[in-house]
Nanobody
Framework: VQLQASGGGLAQPGGSLRLSCAAS??????????IGWFRQAPGKEREGVPC????????NYADSVKGRFTISRDNVKSTVYPQMNSLEPEDTAVYYC???????????????WGQGTLVTVSS
């Protein structure tokens, strides 16, 4: 399983960015997977942000991003898109996507990981 993350960059506070994570080489049909996004800032624990089930589009959001981040999926492209709005400096981190059977809150339970993409929120 390969996950290709993209879309990071520099945004101003209050601005928006859209990330993407494209999955390939899946060993099971796409609907068996959930794809989650995690972020890690320097010196901080890795934190789950949004996650989406590819089967029914069900989502989970961390409290820190509820109302600001929205995750969607395109099953034809095997891709998920976290839309990040109202960005804050505290959102600065390396963002990773990961895939497994469910939207686990514990990132260590995800078996498949993409490379990170850096999001910097600064004026």
């Amino acid at each position: 399983v390969q996950l290709q993350a993209s879309g990071g960059g520099l945004a101003q506070p209050g601005g928006s960015l859209r990330l993407s994570c494209a999955a390939s080489g899946l060993t099971l049909a796409l609907h068996y997977y959930a794809i989650g996004w995690f972020r890690q800032a320097p010196g901080k624990e890795r934190e789950g942000v949004p996650c989406i089930r590819m089967s029914d589009g069900g989502t989970n959001y961390a409290d820190s991003v509820k109302g600001r981040f929205t995750i969607s999926r395109d099953n034809v492209k095997s891709t998920v898109y976290p839309q990040m709005n109202s960005l804050e400096p505290e959102d600065t981190a390396v963002y990773y996507c990961a895939a497994d059977a469910s939207c686990y809150s514990d990132y260590t339970l995800f078996d498949y990981w993409g490379q990170g993409t850096l999001v910097t929120v600064s004026s």
